[in-house]
């Protein structure tokens, strides 16, 4: 498990711009159960989630149409909550960073971390702004 002293920032990274922190299995299951699209990414200290997937998806919400509710768990730190979020992304592997999005409690699109790595924030804000706009 990665120090909280580490992990706080990365965190508030996604905090601070309206995603809810998910640290307990309870927080991820009633989180996924409300209508409505739900986003969860999954946070990671790796050079792919600081650079790309979290500047990404906060660029991805400067869109007409955005997930109504934006969630957050972190790998290496929320173990339990990260492995209760891992369950309702099957068939995907586990896999941190990752994107998923959820409507009405069913996921229907996965961004894994091969399509996070080697891609820009842009390129990550761009393809959520079409998932967006064709599930919110």
Do not use: W
């Given at each position: ?38 986003l ?25 149409k955005?997930?109504s ?68």
């Amino acid at each position: 498990m990665y120090p909280e002293s580490i992990v706080s920032p990365m965190k508030s990274d996604l905090t601070s711009a309206g995603f809810e922190e998910c640290t307990s299995p309870a927080a991820v299951n009633d989180a996924l159960s409300n209508k409505g699209t739900v986003l969860m990414v999954v946070n990671s200290v790796c050079g792919c989630a600081a650079g790309a997937c979290r500047p990404g998806v906060k660029m991805s919400l400067q869109n007409s149409k955005v997930p109504s509710k934006l969630t957050t768990v972190f790998a290496g730190f929320d173990i339990d909550a990260v492995a209760e979020a891992r369950k309702h992304f099957a068939p995907y592997p586990p896999s941190s960073p990752a994107i998923a999005l959820f409507k009405d409690g069913q996921l229907v699109h996965f961004v894994e971390r091969h399509n996070i790595e080697g891609r820009n924030a842009q390129m990550i804000a761009e393809h959520l702004k079409m998932v967006y706009d064709e599930f919110c």
